[in-house]
């Protein structure tokens, strides 16, 4: 497929191959932080090149550099371009049944504002004064021209603005081909979690990224035009603005952000417990309802990111009930996929293990942010590595670990070639051990004390204990990201020279695996598949009775059934026509 | 092993799409048969004719909804700088701006204008001068605000960075919206301009004017929370 192709599925080869390479340009970053760590002020191997007047080692601008290009590169140009760019588009259509996404060419064009906030990324490095070095939330007045001077920090604001730009792009698309593509017999109750998943993170993206991109335009006004909306202080002309307006107008996107890089995750595993329990999920409308409520509240509860910026108390504790209140409908879901688990003929094939590891740090991600949504808990906590720790259980691992369980499920029907299995499994639980092992440390830190984004912790004599417990959990970052290696083996082998993999490796009934090929042509269906149950039919009796096995497809007709709906919806058959409410009339 | 069959798989829910086969119309490709059309055994040139008008309905109604969608979210953009203006102002007073509030708005009301021209050109589909009047408006628009700007800037002393945020507010937020009046008028200028070439503009004009009301709605929104004292 072309570089040109409107094809969903040759933007979304577009965006995994980009969002895997941010992701190695990420983790590299990451491992760089981690060093300083273990060894501060010490020559980073490899690194003489680029810092050749350190000999290599990381000096305190280029440090704060260093996280900060970490965060916007993982956050902006790998994870959720993994998410929804790559699983979301490919995905998505196949799986409502749909020919393809409501917008093609805006889709492409997504992607290629994409691109181009990448290409933005990449210069950054390469210039005088270096990439931005204000942290990933870019808070002013540091972010600020007064602060920080250079093209570096004005190009990953517009790059950020391309990544938002694409957001807003793709989840329009997303929620008008939900709501207007799907297949008949497709309703709403029939969804996928998977596609549940996508369409509230879609909705999110919408509402959401808009005041991400006014944040970042004031913020691009005052850098490179002058203006005053978040300087005040000595740099300050005619009485200026308010730097922590710029905190609340980021947040209110950057919660939501959160739930964004997480629904998609939420959705997969909600759908692969129930493929590999051969059951149906438990709770699927509590469970899709749990994903619109934490929607809902999403941006409601923003401030808890401000509890320690001077906030009046009793907005804090308004926020704090919020805040707690959202991790309610979360824990009705994780019950939900324990229910599931109960009892089902569990298969641990990769995609399986990958989602009990995403429910696993997620689990203990989301309990140690409860910490940090009480206010009280929360003002000796907030800046700290707990903080860290956290998020990236959440953020990183679990949406690390929900990518890859998207990747391994659908990598077959994306390429037409299996994985091998045994790499896959040896990949994803060394990863989550290993993920256990850094941001558990982490989290360890920061109760100890350590506060984030510091370059040499060790100077404070309260710290310097803390270095063992640093060093150790740097070494499992280092094995982390050689676990990857075992990743990119197992793919670049088996776009080698892989073995075909088998038109339903998972025996599942959703449309992608039992109505389109794999990979899927163009127009994705050679006929576009009319619905008649939902996406878990697995182990039912009549199907096991009838056709021998314990999943039966989405489209599939039951033989020796004259209508596929309950008695109460009896009507008599006849051929030829299919309703849009679902059933056969 | 649970026999729960799906407690979703077997109810009948009424569909948001009201069209059964809604796929491939929204991407211009070929269409499908539609299923009921087999019933009736028409000719085949009538059977496709009609589903390529069902077809492109669909498909003006999937752009339709996503102009919709996607122009009501972006009123966030707009309401995020308002909410940002409010707290500046509710910190501190700001000062009159010393350019005419009625020249303010007897500019927007070239908008509110171009809203109504459109509103009721739309009733009568075949005529372009509804939509040459909104265009030459927001032209006029984009003008007026220009020199309101340019005023204050070089004859009132309104000025960046010494005006402070009130100052920065003032360029800064009419400066982002006439962009978006500049991107409506020049979606209109295409419609116009491919309606001149004889192509059918209606539903692509019928989404130009809901972005007209949206860049409309915005200003009322940057009136009142800029330029009202």
Known sequence: ?585 | MSAERNPMGDKAETRVDSTPHSTSGALGMKPLPSVSDARAEPSSLEASTSSATAETANAEGTAWLGTVLGLAAWSMFFASLAFAVGWYRMREPWPSLPVSLLGLGLTGLLLLTGSAVLHLGLQRRESPWPARCALALGLGFLALQAMWTHQAWWTEHVRIPEGGVSASAFHGLTALHALHVLGVTAGLFFVCWRHARGADVRASLRRHVLGWHFVTAMWVLLFVAVYLP
């Not at chain 1, 598949?529 to 497809?553: F, K």
Request: hydrophobic share 50%.
């Open chain 1, 1 to 585: 497929m072309s570089l040109l192709s409107l094809d969903h599925k040759a933007v979304a080869r577009r965006y995994l191959w980009s969002g895997l390479g941010f992701l190695l340009l990420g983790g590299l970053l990451a491992l760089a932080i981690r060093w300083q760590w273990a060894w501060p002020g010490q020559p980073v191997p490899g690194l003489a090149w680029a810092l050749p007047e350190s000999r290599g080692a990381l000096t305190p601008p280029t440090y704060t550099a260093v996280f900060t290009m970490h965060g916007l590169v993982m956050i902006f140009f790998a994870v959720t371009p993994l998410l929804f760019g790559a699983l979301g588009h490919f995905v998505l259509p196949l799986a409502i049944g749909a020919r393809g996404l409501a917008f093609p060419r805006l889709s492409a064009l997504g992607y290629w504002v994409y691109a181009l906030g990448g290409v933005l990324v990449l210069a950054s490095f390469a210039v005088r004064l270096g990439p931005a070095s204000a942290g990933w939330t870019a808070y002013p007045p540091l972010s600020t021209s007064a602060f920080t001077p250079g093209l570096g920090q004005t190009l990953v604001t517009v790059a950020v603005l391309c990544a938002g730009t694409s957001a807003f792009t793709y989840g329009l698309n997303f929620v008008v081909t939900v709501a207007r593509c799907r297949a008949p017999g497709m309703t709403w109750g029939r969804l996928p979690l998977t596609v549940w998943g996508l369409f509230f993170a879609s909705v999110l993206n919408v509402l959401f990224v808009p005041v991400l991109a006014a944040a970042t335009v004031l913020l691009l006004m005052d850098r490179l035009l002058g203006t005053q909306f978040f300087i005040a202080g000595a740099a300050a002309v005619g009485g200026g603005g308010d730097p922590v307006v710029y905190q609340h107008l980021f947040w209110l996107f950057g919660h939501p952000e959160v739930y964004i890089l997480i629904l998609p995750a939420w959705g997969m595993v909600g759908d692969l417990v129930a493929f590999f329990s051969r059951k149906p999920a438990h709770g699927y409308r509590l469970t899709a309802g749990a994903m619109g409520t934490v929607s809902a509240l999403s941006g409601l509860v923003y401030a808890h990111h401000l509890f320690t910026s001077g906030m009046s108390p009793l907005l804090g504790r308004s926020f704090m009930v919020l805040t707690l209140l959202i991790s309610l409908p979360a824990e009705v879901m994780f019950l939900n996929w324990l229910m599931t688990l109960w009892r089902g003929s569990v298969r641990l094939t990769s995609p399986m293990l990958a989602a009990l590891a995403t429910m696993v740090v997620f689990g203990l991600g989301g309990i140690t942010g409860l910490a940090l949504g009480a206010v009280a808990t929360d003002v000796p906590l907030h800046g700290t590595l707990w903080v860290v720790g956290h998020f990236h259980l959440t953020m990183g691992a679990a949406s690390f670990l929900g990518v890859f369980a998207g990747l391994y499920f659908w990598f077959p029907k994306m390429f037409g070639r299996a994985l091998h299995e045994g790499l896959a499994k040896v990949h994803v639980l060394s990863s989550a051990v290993l993920f256990l092992g850094v941001f558990g440390g982490q989290l360890a830190a920061g109760y100890a004390g350590q506060l984030r984004r510091l370059y040499d912790p060790y100077q404070y004599t309260y710290l310097k204990h803390l270095l063992p417990l640093n060093q150790w959990t740097t070494v499992c970052a280092f094995l982390l990201g050689a676990a990857q290696v075992v990743f990119v083996v197992n793919l670049a082998w088996t776009l080698r020279r892989g073995r075909a993999a088998e038109a339903n490796p998972w025996q599942v009934g959703t449309l992608e695996w039992t109505c389109a090929s794999s990979p899927p042509g163009e127009g994705n269906f050679t006929q576009v598949p009319v619905v008649l149950r939902g996406p878990h039919a697995l182990s039912q009796p009549e199907v096991l009775e009838r056709l021998g096995r314990d999943w039966i497809g989405q489209a599939e007709v039951l033989p020796g059934v004259a209508r596929q709906d309950t008695a109460e919806d009896a009507v008599p058959a006849s051929e030829g026509t299919v309703s849009t409410v679902g059933r056969v009339t």
